[in-house]
């Protein structure tokens, strides 16, 4: 293996979170009179922490979101995930993998905490990530594009950047990777290649069960 830690993003890459949150964010930032694509809202806020909604709102309108918006939003998002959430297909298999190859890994999430342990315990993902391989860009002071999530998770886990290698299939997760001076292998399951490319992504694999060979 070439490296020492695994970084894994968690929404679109370990759980197939995206299509149900960005569906319930544009919805709900529609209603509150900010019309928003379901497209738009992935072309702007995928692999975002909450705090980017409130930034672009504000710079493109004048206007300030309700204070209560993150939490009606994390609770219809919430009620989603009991409905649908499922882990990525290959998942699983990847992370057993690793697992039994002895390769060190966690998560790196612009999600908060709860969201994270949410979503992995109704897709059963939480046997693998208990508390101490859990980063959440709750942790530090910005979220992505900016290097401080990766680099605090490195830092726990005890790895040098330059050994570490972030699994991302977001524009601004990539930039974040890059800025903390990590290779980053970018997940085309639902964004396109080229703009992985443009962010400065070292490889593009399409299936998570490809993630081991990768690395090698």
């Known amino acids: 293996?070439?490296?020492?830690?695994?970084?894994?993003?968690?929404?679109?890459?370990?759980?197939?979170?995206?299509?149900?949150?960005?569906?319930?964010?544009?919805?709900?930032?529609?209603?509150?009179?900010?019309?928003?694509?379901?497209?738009?809202?992935?072309?702007?806020?995928?692999?975002?922490?909450?705090?980017?909604?409130?930034?672009?709102?504000?710079?493109?309108?004048?206007?300030?979101?309700?204070?209560?918006?993150?939490?009606?939003?994390?609770?219809?998002?919430?009620?989603?995930?009991e409905r649908e959430l499922q882990p990525v297909p290959g998942v699983t298999e990847t992370l057993e993998k690793l697992s039994a190859d002895g390769v060190p890994y966690c998560v790196g999430s612009s999600g908060s905490h709860e969201r994270i342990r949410r979503g992995h315990r109704k897709t059963g993902l939480d046997r693998w990530f208990e508390a101490g391989r859990v980063f959440s860009s709750q942790d530090v002071g910005r979220g992505k594009p900016a290097p401080d999530l990766f680099l605090h998770a490195a830092q726990e886990m005890g790895v040098s950047p330059e050994r570490c290698v972030v699994i991302e299939d977001s524009p601004l997760g990539v930039q974040a990777a890059v800025a903390a001076g990590m290779d980053v292998y970018g997940f085309t399951g639902m964004t396109p290649a080229e703009k992985l490319t443009e962010a400065g992504v070292t490889g593009l694999f399409g299936r998570m069960a490809e993630v081991p060979e990768l690395l090698r």
Not at 13 to 20: A, I, Q, T, Y
Not at 21 to 32: F, K, P, Q, R, V
Not at 33 to 47: A, C, F, K, L, Q
Not at 64 to 73: I, N, S, T
């Open 1 to 81: 293996m070439r490296y020492d830690l695994v970084i894994f993003d968690n929404d679109g890459v370990l759980v197939d979170s995206e299509p149900l949150s960005n569906t319930i964010l544009a919805g709900y930032l529609t209603e509150l009179g900010y019309p928003t694509s379901y497209e738009e809202s992935i072309r702007d806020y995928m692999g975002s922490a909450m705090h980017r909604v409130h930034e672009l709102v504000r710079e493109r309108t004048g206007q300030r979101l309700p204070e209560d918006f993150d939490e009606v939003f994390h609770g219809r998002v919430f009620a989603a995930f």
